[in-house]
């Protein structure tokens, strides 16, 4: 509980939440490591992290859309007052859609061929039910004017292969908003875009956040595009959570070293001779956990005392927590 | 769409012209030809050339495989050596036996193969998982000959249940409509006599069916498990749907392309591969027909059923084809 950024009018909690996945014949592989943080309402909270950092499993565990037998969890993971860790299937499923809902990072595949935007939009309201077909239909194209599409009652009944990327990505985010959810994971949603598409889907997110007083929870790899929309900022590493705090405060002081190094990744207008920055080394695998901090082989500050034991995550500014011992 | 079935359409020129060349060639190869069969035992040399001379076998290769196509535009196959009587008449007599088993054979392999491929799917790795892989196996490598000899034996023959030969008795009086045993009878509202053909037809087909249960299992479970790791399922999950409503309305309809395939496929595959059990339990099809006009070296006939064969497979596939673009919409080209 070390966690100083925690709020009261929380949407989610993960404390301490550590993710297994099951290999089979009784072995299991922690592919994600005590990873505490929230989000507030209305707040827009980036997870940021290389590939094979944890973010996606993280993302999905939050709807637990693994199946038991692949994945267990540990720790506390409470969306809208339900400990998803613990919580019956069936409440799960009751919560999915209508509490959190989610946007994937390839719209090409993620909507069903074979289906109109307006029957799988229609399928989304359906889940809660009570209104009618004519009252869904109407939600229908509200939802579809909401999420700026200029002809909504022409988008409905179209295919999604008639469809470019930015407007699928667009029909995704209409259905997810479906049932008013308090929560919504967004899963690289850009990552597939265009740069000019990227900046529209971004601004979009951010006006129905204003509108609605939705929470966002923002999986990238790209630190220099969610600076400039996230509220919180959580870096992830390894499969455990290094440093999180403000994302004015984290980008201008991070206080871990691999969220300085990840910083000084970020293209800047190049200055003559000199190279853009990387981090030496490679992410550790899951397979193997070894003592002490995750970032240590790579780390410009290792010291003596990082190649031991368990790193907490401690206060580094006042609204900042970082897993380290030599902080910045 | 009118384009897309056109475009089909003229696709299976180039294959019926093949299949045709291939059955002209193949009786030209065989020892003997048409005259030297039919000729009486003591014909003479003059008779041969005479017989030849009338048939237009003497004509070149090249103008007899003209007049073999334009017959065959007209449908027409010439006159059975054997019956004495039109080939397209004799066909026309006996596919419509043929196409009702086959169709009722496929029913019964559809209506079990399918669910049992789809559970399998849904519980992969499980004991009925197994059980439809042992299933699967059996129907594939079992000669249908073999299983219907068992079923005649056992479910006729120890059980006395069920008819092992025929149609329906000879003794039915059935005025022929559509030439259908099972639609003659409901539409002359003979209650009776549709119970016998489906007693008669449940042995033959489902031998048949045996055979189609393996093959259909296994694509439809293959579909369905290909389909479950699409990432549209994952957001059907994420949306809230029950699990029964995720496999109805998106896993199904997106597995039903490949089953589909097969099924149409199979539906060729088992009106031409019906010989050696209408043969078994004496349907008087088109497959015993081809039997008795093979062992009776009946060249005519053999062409036109062979072509006829030919002709059904084809359609099926282009029927299929069309099917594709029913279900799936971005087969429909052109839609604006």
Redesign the interface.
């Known amino acids: 509980m070390h966690d100083t950024s925690r709020i009261d009018d929380a949407v989610l909690e993960a404390d301490q939440l550590s993710l297994f996945l099951r290999a089979g014949r009784g072995t299991e592989l922690k592919i994600v490591d005590s990873v505490s943080f929230s989000i507030a309402r209305g707040e827009f909270y980036a997870l940021v992290g290389e590939s094979g950092s944890g973010k996606t499993v993280i993302a999905?565990s939050l709807?637990r859309?693994f199946p038991p037998n692949t994945l267990r969890m540990e720790g506390r993971l409470v969306v809208d007052g339900v400990d998803l860790t613990t919580a019956p299937a069936s409440r799960v499923?009751?919560?999915?859609?209508?509490s959190i809902?989610?946007i994937?990072q390839?719209p090409m595949?993620?909507?069903?061929?074979?289906?109109t935007v307006e029957r799988q939009i229609d399928?989304?309201i359906a889940?809660v039910g009570g209104m009618g077909r004519r009252e869904r239909r109407e939600r229908v194209v509200e939802l579809l004017a909401d999420v700026q599409f200029a002809n909504p009652g022409s988008v409905r009944s179209m295919?999604p292969?008639e469809l470019s990327g930015g407007m699928r990505q667009r029909a995704?985010i209409a259905?997810a908003l479906a049932?008013n959810p308090s929560l919504l994971i967004a899963d690289e949603p850009t990552t597939a875009l265009d740069v000019t598409i990227q900046e529209e889907i971004l601004q979009l997110l951010l006006r129905l956040r204003d509108q609605h007083g939705l929470s966002i929870l923002f999986i990238s790899h790209d630190l220099s595009l969610v600076r400039r929309f996230a509220d919180r900022i959580g870096v992830l590493y390894g499969g455990v959570l290094m440093e999180t705090g403000p994302a004015h405060e984290l980008i201008d002081h991070p206080t871990h070293p691999y969220s300085r190094a990840l910083i000084d990744c970020i293209p800047r207008r190049r200055e003559a001779g000199k190279r853009q920055a990387g981090i030496d080394g490679l992410v550790p695998g899951v397979a193997d956990w070894f003592d002490g901090c995750r970032f240590a082989p790579r780390c410009p500050r290792m010291a003596e005392d990082c190649r031991h034991g368990r790193i907490e995550m401690t206060p580094t500014q006042p609204a900042q927590v970082a897993r380290c011992l030599h902080p910045l | 769409m009118l384009r897309h079935i056109a475009g089909r359409v003229l696709g299976a020129v180039p294959v019926v012209l093949l299949v045709a060349l291939g059955i002209f060639a193949l009786v030209r190869l065989a020892p003997g030809d048409a005259a030297s069969t039919l000729a009486a035992e003591d014909a003479t040399e003059a008779d041969l050339a005479r017989m030849r001379a009338q048939w237009g076998l003497d004509q070149p290769v090249l103008v007899q495989f003209f007049y073999f196509l334009t017959n065959l535009a007209r449908l027409d196959f010439g006159t059975s050596y054997r019956y004495h009587a039109p080939v397209t008449e004799l066909i026309g007599q006996r596919l419509p036996a043929t196409i009702e088993l086959a169709v009722i054979a496929l029913l019964i392999a559809a209506a079990i193969a399918v669910p049992l491929g789809v559970a399998t799917a849904l519980r992969k790795g499980s004991w009925l998982d197994g059980l439809g892989s042992l299933v699967a196996v059996l129907g594939v490598s079992a000669p249908s000959f073999w299983i219907g000899i068992l079923l005649v034996l056992f479910v006729s023959g120890y059980l006395n249940l069920l008819p092992s030969s025929g149609r329906i008795p000879l003794d039915v009086p059935l005025r022929e409509m559509t030439g259908f045993v099972l639609i003659d009878s409901l539409l002359q509202g003979q209650v009776g006599v549709f119970r016998q053909g489906l007693e008669h037809i449940l042995l033959p087909a489902t031998t048949l069916a045996f055979g189609m249960i393996g093959i259909i299992a296994r694509i439809s479970r293959s579909a369905v498990i290909d389909v479950g790791q699409e990432e549209f399922v994952v957001t059907a999950v994420a949306k809230g749907l029950k699990r029964r409503e995720v496999v109805r309305n998106h896993l199904l309809p997106n597995a039903t392309v490949p089953i589909i395939t097969i099924i149409g496929l199979e539906l060729g595959t088992l009106i031409s591969g019906s010989i050696v059990v209408e043969v078994v339990f004496s349907w008087p099809g088109l497959g015993s027909l081809l039997y008795s006009a093979v062992t009776s070296r009946d060249i005519p006939l053999t062409t036109g059923i062979v072509i006829s064969y030919t002709f059904i497979f084809i359609s099926l596939n282009v029927l299929v084809d069309l099917v594709y673009v029913l279900i799936d919409p971005r087969l429909r080209v052109g839609r604006a």
């Open positions: 999905r709807m859309l499923q009751r919560m999915r859609g209508r809902s989610m994937f390839e595949t993620s909507l069903n061929p074979l289906m399928e989304a889940v295919y292969h995704m259905m049932n």
